[in-house]
């Protein structure tokens, strides 16, 4: 509903190595494929600053989602906690190792979209969101903008990748279970 939109997050500094470029027209893409009385019932909000900010707006501007766009340039984390729980998935389109803000938005339950490299692609799996290959520029915001659309319609798909978010953070990224692999490791190598 309106009151309670499909909202896509994605969420660090705007450079080009984040390619949030790519999750833009991604989520362009998703945008110009839903009916119309679809198009009111979803959002795309751009938390973050940088060098590319007043590109990737001047971007928003040019495609016909432009209206259901947000960007907020800073917030404390509180606040992004709190977006966090209203939010329904995480687009993160980087090339970089990272994970700070995957780990924050599976400990909501976001499932994450992202692609098969370091970074987002080792620390979720298949159960917790969708991992596309990065393929050709455009292969690539088509692909990921068909990910959003089929966690739209499938709300089936959808709530066992909220659960399976939560579940990955609990096994494989909150801090307990890093110690827990640390311990481990330690105990292995004086023994």
Known sequence: SAENPFTIISVGRHVHIKSFDVAIRAYNSF??????????????ILV???????TLNALVKQLECSQTVRFIKWIDQLELFELYKKS???LVPSH??????VAEA???????????????GELIDD????????DSYCKSYKAMGECIRSLYLDQDEYKELCLGA???????????SKGNSLKSIYNN???
Do not use: H
């Not at 973050?48 to 007043?54: C, F, I, K, S, T």
């Not at 970089?96 to 803000?101: D, F, L, S």
């Not at 159960?127 to 990065?134: A, D, L, P, R, W």
């Open 31 to 44: 945008y110009c494929s839903l009916r119309d009385e679809d198009r009111s019932k979803v959002q795309f």
């Open 48 to 54: 973050g600053d940088g060098p590319l900010y007043a």
């Open 88 to 90: 329904s998935l995480m």
């Open 96 to 101: 970089e190792g990272a994970g700070a803000v």
């Open 106 to 120: 599976q400990s909501f339950g976001l499932p994450i979209v992202c692609f098969s490299n370091y970074g987002a």
């Open 127 to 134: 159960t917790s969101g969708i991992i596309i290959s990065s």
């Open 166 to 176: 939560l579940e990955n953070f609990e096994i494989n990224l909150s801090w307990e």
């Open 189 to 191: 190598l004086i023994t």
